[in-house]
């Protein structure tokens, strides 16, 4: 009941209701910044672009950007092995991208409409899921409150609480607990996300694991990897990965240094948002930089200092060819990003102080001596250049980090156990349809 809500709830839901109306203000804005789709605005509102599968149980599931929906890929697979039909749902365009090329057509993606009730209720009147999934912790109070209304069951997977969040929620312990009680089931990737899911009023906490640890190492176009191959056979690659604003300045700085030391030195950035490429390549040419834009279907050159690869997609390429990898996002305050898929493809692991989005992998991982951190500027250079300089330092890098790995993996498989209740009782519905 709505009068049974803590007043922030009520309060948030009222205000949402009277903001619907402006939703196509927010979506003009948000399309001049690059962050709709002008084809699909309407989903933002719950209005569906595909009719729902007549007939057949459907599960939802639902992860914020790129790194939920690639976490959740095997686990959508084996799904779809179960001949079960799905819901993919994110916020971002890049997700949407990502989520087209990942996966085959009746895998079926919907923008997450905004959360304001009449979007939501639109959205659930259509889709009508029997099973919802949500990924890590993108929790929209509307959303949540008005599918268990409906009664669907609702599973937190791959459940993450960062210190950060679980500090801001602990102060609002009425609201937070509100909403984790709605999910049926919590599957936490760690013991400390754990204890803190159940700090904040989750019901039924279970430790899972990490499906990120269990992601498949991303593909790679044979014919491209060996053009590239080709052309850089004579060069010491390093990469830098899903970097952000404040980290190419720091990247150029490494490069100048360390390209009089290692005189075949090729750098290459890849963007975390690739439409920066552009801007990244005036920023290192205005520094007397050689470049190269990967956009521009060029390739790297013998005179090419720094490569800049932006494009969507091609991280699989990038990590085969380089013995180091830095992982972006770390040495400004962003949070990091996922070290897993470099590590699988042999890459010795560097990375800044910033890493509390993976604050669990990390620490397992370097503190196995599987990834290296940098504490400033200074010391990136630093070990960069031991890294790039010292194959058997390379080698105990990327060999204690492969073995951590290894030893962490096993997430699917404890999901999937999870949640067998649950699919036992979409197949029995199943049967029913058919029979």
Known sequence: MASDLPITLRL????????????????????????????????????????????????????????EILAAGELIERLRALHIRILLTSGTVTSAAIAARRFPPDIIHQYIPFDSPPFVEQFLDHWQPDLALFIESDLWPNLLLM??????????????????????????????????SCFDLCLAQSDIDAERFAALGSPNVVISGNLKLDVKAPPADPTKLERLRQVTQRRTIFVAASTHPGEEEIILDAHRRLAGRIPSLLTVIVPRHPQRGPAIARLLAGA??????????????????????????????????????????????????????????????????HVFNFGEIYGEIGGSGGALQADNDEHFVKLLGHL???????????GAGASVVNRLGGALDRTLAALEPYLLQLRLERASVDA
């Not at 789709?37 to 992860?63: A, F, K, Q, T």
């Not at 380089?322 to 010795?348: D, R, T, W, Y």
Request: net charge positive; with cysteine; proline share 7%.
């Open 288 to 353: 007397g930089m050689q470049v190269s834009l990967r956009s521009k279907t060029d390739l790297p050159s013998a005179n090419t200092d720094i490569y800049v690869a932006d494009t969507m997609g091609e991280l699989g390429l990038f990590y085969r060819l380089a013995p180091v990898v830095f992982m972006g996002g770390s040495l400004v305050e962003h949070g990091g990003q996922n070290p897993i898929e470099a590590i699988k493809l042999g890459a010795a692991v560097l990375h800044g102080p």
């Open 12 to 67: 948030y839901r009222r205000i949402s209701r009277l903001a619907a109306p402006f939703a196509g203000i927010v979506t003009s804005h948000r399309l001049k910044r690059g962050k709709e789709d002008p084809e699909r605005l309407h989903e933002r509102c719950g209005i569906p672009s595909v009719e729902r599968p007549l007939g057949e149980p459907l599960v939802w599931i639902h992860g914020a950007s790129v790194g």
């Open 147 to 180: 599918s268990a209304d409906r009664r669907i069951p609702m599973v937190l997977i791959n459940g993450r609480m960062s210190q950060r969040s679980f500090r801001r929620w602990s102060r609002a312990y009425g609201t937070i607990s509100t909403l984790l």
């Open 388 to 398: 790039l300089s010292n194959p058997a330092a390379r080698s105990r890098v990327s």
